[in-house]
């Protein structure tokens, strides 16, 4: 196997194990973003592999002040299965992940499709329904520390998600009050105007990047538009709410 199979084989497998990595540029300090989304294909290739079916995509870096702090000038993205979708108002089992943390997110569902460089308007046109939704992330490396390249490379940190109740494509949502609950206590709280101003950008970005690796945005696809605060680390015993304005909420507990 290339070096690059065996980094995706190894994060493959800490992801299965919930068990942690050290960083791929630990090792390998030279490994390119272009290489990082070559090991994300192939790890999501395992998991198709396994019979996990392909039901979107996750964007990251979304906040402005994120980008800064990382040093970069683009958002970056991953891809969800149809495995990593969860009930909503579900038990999560927090021993299935090795660091995992929850962000609320505005969630499209693509009704026509979508790729290369499109408008705002055009990316609009596209849109079946938009929802209310939570990410589950997930670095599977030690100490959850890593660069941009390792990021990237395990799958964007995309570990699942929830979606609410479908809206209809009309509804605004450019600048949603946004509240995530922890067992009744309000723990962050935001808006999506977070989302690089407005999350219709968001969805304008992933058409443009998907389109890179030959690949669209296609009827019935999921797109996650990015966190609209910052995460919150999960602990077994949690009651996790997310209220959007005009929305609705999200919900789920945290077990074992």
């Not at 026509?112 to 209310?132: D, F, M, T």
């Not at 206590?185 to 935001?190: A, E, H, N, W």
Request: charge should be negative; hydrophobic fraction near 45%.
């Amino acid at each position: 196997m290339s070096s690059l199979d065996t980094f995706a084989a190894t994060l493959d497998d800490a992801a299965l194990t919930a068990s942690a990595t050290p960083q791929i540029t630990a090792t390998y300090p030279d490994l390119s973003v272009d290489e990082a989304y070559e090991v994300q294909l192939k790890l999501l290739q395992l998991r198709w592999a396994r019979g996990e079916c392909r039901v979107g995509y996750k964007m990251g870096l979304t906040s402005r002040a994120k980008m800064i702090q990382v040093g970069v000038s683009e958002i970056i993205w991953g891809r969800l299965t149809d495995a990593m979708r969860q009930e909503e108002g579900g038990v999560l089992k927090r021993s299935r992940f090795v660091h995992p943390r929850v962000e609320p997110e505005i969630a499209y569902i693509i009704g026509k499709p979508l790729a290369g460089n499109v408008s705002a308007a055009e990316a609009l046109a596209a849109i079946e329904a938009i929802a209310p939704a939570m990410e589950i992330i997930d670095s599977r490396y030690q100490n959850f520390k890593f660069a941009l390249p390792d990021v990237i490379a395990d799958n964007s940190s995309s570990s699942g998600f929830y979606v609410g109740s479908w809206a209809p494509k009309s509804t605004d949502v450019t600048n949603l009050g946004i509240i995530m609950e922890v067992n009744g206590r309000p723990v962050q709280i935001g808006s999506s105007a977070a989302i690089l101003g407005n999350p219709i950008r968001s969805l304008v970005s992933a058409a443009r990047l998907v389109a890179g690796v030959g690949e669209s945005l296609q009827p019935g696809d999921i797109v996650l538009a990015g966190a609209a605060t910052a995460a919150h680390a999960l602990t077994p015993g949690e009651y996790i709410r997310t209220s959007f304005q005009r929305l609705g909420h999200v919900a789920f507990s945290v077990g074992a």
